[in-house]
Structure formats: C-alpha cells, structure tokens
C-alpha cells in the first residue's frame, strides 16, 4: 500500500468519524429547496475527501445549529486534471455529492451565478490563482483549501487580489484546530515540535503538498516571526529547524515512512502540551461558516503568506545541501518572479 494511498484512507476514516460525532443523518430536504439567502454555499474541486465531508456536515439534516443554515447548493467537479491520484477520484465524489442534493455544473462562471460563498476545494494548488480571481471578481467571500498555491509567489498574488477587491480570503489546514491547541496562548509558548506525513507530489513544492499540515500546526503555535530555517532531507523523513526573531526554536518532522500520524509537543512557561489526536474537520468547518457569516479572517495573511515562506525556504535550504536560508530572500525572489504588482 503506498503511503498516499494511506493517507487518504486515514483522512477518509478520520471524515466518517467526524460524520458520526455530528450526528449527522441522512438528508431529509429535497434538491431545490430554498436555502436562506446568503447562505448558498458552492465548491469548486470534487477531488479531495474534503468535498464530500464538508457536504455531509452541512446538507445533513440535523445539521449542527454551528454551520447556520449553510447548505452546499450546486459544485464544479474540476479540480485537478493531470495529478492522478486527486483527478481519479472525481467521478466517485461527483456522484456522492449528487446524492447530498448538490447540483453539478460545467463551470465555474455557471457556479458563481448559483451561491453566495465558495468553498474551493481543488486538490491541485496551480490551479488557485486563476479559480479564485474569478470568485474574488464576482465578489464572493472565499475559503481556500491547502495548499493555498503552489508557489509561495501565488500565495502573495491571492492575497494582493484579496486587497484589490476588498475581500478577506481565509485558508487553513483542519491540523490547525488538533486536539491539544484549543484555547493555547501564544505568548507562553517557548517553542515547538510537530509531525505530520509529508507526501511529495512531484508538481508542488516538497512540503506544500502535505506536509503543511505539520507546518501549519508549528505556525499555530509559534506565531509569526521566523527569520530562517535549515532542513534535512532523505528520501523517508524531512526535519526543518526553524529560529524564530526572539531566539525560539521550532521544528517540524515530516515522514513517508512508517505509520502515518499527527501530533507533537508544546514547550510552554507552564509546561509541556502534547498535540493530537487529530479530531476531523468539524472544528476548521465551523471557523469558515463563522468567516462566511462575518467576513473575518481567523488566520492572517501574514501569517498564511510566512507558512509558506517558511516551506519555500525549507525548498532552498535542501538544495543548498542543508545550509541555512531566510525566509526574507524567498519573499525578495517570490515578488521578483511579478506575480504582485
């Protein structure tokens, strides 16, 4: 079994569990009732697990009173075209979410005229720029799957066209919201370590693909504030050393070997946390109908942009042997490239 293969079994396994925390039930309402207005929800990419979790949890109907009336209306399959293992899965998730009352259309203009929010959904992150320039010009308030993009120059032109048109773009791993980091404050983290899979897809930068959730939990965390980072590559691990401005230390191990888990440890003033297990996607689903219902953002750019700095130098420092890279010489050459004007 590979390892991808694994994945996505666990995060399938991890969907169906959340499904019966919620209490879901099947649907009882029928394809064209009236959803409250503003609350017409559309998705764009049925190529990862995501899309059908997302869809049981609110077209359920016992839906929890948290998701406020949200229902996923109509869906765009497309998504990933050339990266195998998301593209083979469209046609399972496309007839799923037929069956959970969502209508599919042929593109994603079509979608926009359809629902209010967007959940954009596609697996593949070279794609993000150009969906989400169309959802931002139809004025639509956005939640972005990971990886954001697939270049950390993407990443900063998202955010530039959120600023042109006025409206927040919120994006996040559900790793963000693991068991072990509610209610963690900040300032009395001294530093950390995190784990998470690290598949490599061949058309992302290495740990964009997966092993943003394990960053992005490193991030939640530690905050902001990373000047450079060294990293150690084999074929089956990944270790990045992060050193933060104020001297904190934070590291993130990402594995293609072994089993697969989620987790690490908070050094905090008051002791040390352990992070995990992973709970699923309920609480990073109630974050982003929060963010439809009030247009904040529970994530900063800043911070999004520097998880991604974060990874893109890890990229470098690997190609340099190891060798120390700060995450400001990778936001100089990501503007450089003119994806921000």
């Not at 790793?175 to 690290?198: C, H, W």
């Not at 691990?237 to 697969?260: L, M």
């Amino acid at each position: 079994m590979t390892s991808l293969t694994h994945n996505r079994r666990f995060f399938l396994q991890k969907a169906a569990m959340g499904s019966i925390a919620l209490g879901i039930t099947p649907l009882s309402w029928p394809l064209g009732t009236n959803v409250a207005p503003g609350k017409r929800v559309g998705m764009i990419g049925l190529d990862t697990s995501h899309s059908v979790a997302f869809t049981k949890a609110l077209n359920a109907a016992a839906a929890s009173a948290d998701y406020a009336g949200y229902k996923v209306v109509a869906a765009y399959p497309y998504g990933s075209k050339t990266i195998d293992s998301s593209a083979k899965r469209i046609p399972d998730y496309t007839s799923e979410v037929k069956k959970l009352n969502v209508e599919v259309v042929d593109s994603i203009d079509e979608l926009l005229k359809k629902v209010d929010v967007i959940l954009l959904e596609t697996n593949d992150g070279r794609l993000h720029l150009e969906q989400v320039t169309q959802v931002l010009k139809a004025g639509k308030r956005v939640f972005i799957d990971k990886p954001i993009a697939a270049s950390l120059a993407d990443v900063i032109a998202i955010f530039g066209l959120s600023q042109q048109y006025s409206i927040p773009v919120f994006s996040a791993s559900s790793l963000r919201y693991i068991n072990g980091m509610e209610g963690l404050d900040k300032r009395q983290v001294l530093g950390a370590d995190t784990f998470s899979p690290a598949v490599l897809e061949k058309t992302h930068p290495d740990l964009f693909w997966y092993g943003v959730h394990g960053v992005e939990m490193l991030y939640t965390a530690m905050g902001t504030g990373c000047q450079q980072v060294v990293r150690v590559h084999t074929d089956g691990t990944d270790v990045v050393v992060g050193t933060w401005a104020d001297g904190r230390v934070g590291t993130f191990r990402g594995t293609r070997t072994g089993k697969h888990d989620y987790g690490g440890i908070l050094y905090t003033q008051a002791g040390n946390t352990k992070l995990g297990p992973y709970g699923g996607y309920e609480p990073l689903l109630k974050e982003i109908i929060a963010y439809f219902e009030t247009g904040k953002t529970p994530v900063t750019p800043e911070e999004t942009i520097e998880i991604f700095a974060f990874m893109e130098a890890a990229d470098e420092s690997k190609c340099q042997n190891g060798a120390a890279v700060t995450l400001q010489s990778v936001l100089e050459k990501a503007k450089k490239k003119g994806a921000v004007k």
